[in-house]
Structures are given as structure tokens and as C-alpha cells.
């Protein structure tokens, strides 16, 4: 987790060094259409894994049973 939390840093103080302002690209109309489109891969990789992990645990369940 730390290490993660100092990769961010170093990623931030990269972008400050090579003068790229992570708020305008938030903020601009195509930045938050990326954003956008990737929440939503995100969103529907993670139901597509819950559902992978509920139906294995359902057949694991009825092994067992």
C-alpha cells in the first residue's frame, strides 16, 4: 500500500516536471469522457468477476452438498 502511495507521488511529481496539469485534463470534455468510459470497463469487469465468483461458489456448494 505504501509503495503504491509513493508511486502515485512520483507519478505526480513526473506530470508537475513535464508542466502537465492533471486538473485541466480532468476537467476538460474529453478527459471526462475517458474517464467516463473507463469507470464503465471497470464497473462491468468487476460485475463480470463477482458473477464468475458467485457461480463458482455455487458449484463448489452443491459438490459439497
Known amino acids: 500500500m505504501i509503495r503504491f502511495i509513493i508511486l502515485i507521488a512520483i507519478g505526480v511529481l513526473v506530470l508537475s516536471y513535464l508542466g502537465i496539469s492533471i ?7 474529453y478527459g471526462q469522457d475517458n474517464f467516463s468510459f473507463l469507470w464503465s470497463l471497470i464497473s ?9 465468483i458467485t457461480g463458482f461458489a ?3 456448494k452443491n459438490t459439497v452438498s
Open 58 to 60: 455455487e458449484n463448489v
Open 23 to 29: 486538473r485541466s485534463i480532468v476537467e476538460s470534455p
Open 44 to 52: 462491468n469487469g468487476w460485475d463480470i468477476v463477482v458473477a464468475w
